[in-house]
């Protein structure tokens, strides 16, 4: 069995709840949208047999937890299982990065995962069609494991798209921690439009919280 994989490296989170975070990161190619805001385009990739990502994996010692990011890693899926039977033999902590779109593949491996951070696509951020139906039934199924959402917001966003995901997450679990992430090349003039948003959905959850790509701000990978 292979897999597309475009890099597998160490680093620290940057994104989400849990920056700071040391994490072995295995960086899948291929994704299912095209976001206009994407930071990650993958062009070049290496077909790794099952054996060979885990001994690129083991070779970072003393790092316990996983990134299994993208692109898409969900596009992925049977691949997965067998990596994730692997790791937690090891005990790993399996933390999936994912753009929430594609639910019947999630339920195939959710019991191995311990962590999912699901984005919301906006259709007037990205510049694609609305995915709320999917992030639905994604966020029904994500919202038994450890979890939290995120969206990017951009200058073009709306806030009728954000009530959208708001009221989503609402039906679901008003608990569930929301990031307001803005764009990266953006970031500096969206402080009015992050404050406005951020007023909005405390109206909605009770978790909300505003967090830059951290990543990038360092100047690290």
């Known amino acids: 069995m292979k897999a597309k994989i475009s890099e597998i490296f160490k680093s620290i989170q940057g994104e989400g709840i849990y920056i700071g975070k040391e994490q072995i990161f295995v960086r899948f190619y291929g994704c299912n949208l095209n ?16 054996k060979e990502a885990k001994k690129v994996i083991d070779s970072y010692k003393k790092i316990s937890s996983v990134s299994i990011t993208g692109g898409e890693p969900l596009l992925q899926k049977d691949f997965l299982k067998h990596l994730f039977i692997l790791l937690k033999k090891e005990q790993k902590e399996i933390y999936l990065e994912t753009n929430g779109t594609l639910p019947s593949a999630l ?3 959710i019991d191995d995962v311990d962590i ?33 959402v995120k969206t990017v917001i951009t200058p073009y966003t709306t806030i009728d798209d954000f009530i959208k995901a708001l009221k989503l997450m609402k039906n679901i679990n008003k608990n569930i921690p929301f ?30 919280r505003i967090i830059p790509q951290m990543h990038k701000i360092l100047g690290v990978k």
């Open 116 to 148: 999912i951070s699901m984005d919301i696509k906006l259709p007037s951020s990205t510049k694609e069609k609305a995915y709320f139906n999917e992030h639905r039934a994604f966020l029904e199924i994500a919202s038994k494991k450890n979890i939290f």
């Open 107 to 109: 339920e195939e491996i």
């Open 35 to 50: 976001c206009s805001f994407c930071d990650t385009k993958l062009y070049h990739f290496k077909e790794m047999e099952l």
């Open 179 to 208: 990031v307001i992430q803005p764009s990266y090349q953006h970031q500096f003039i969206l402080k009015n439009k992050l404050m406005d948003f951020y007023i909005n959905a405390k109206e909605y959850l009770e978790d909300v």
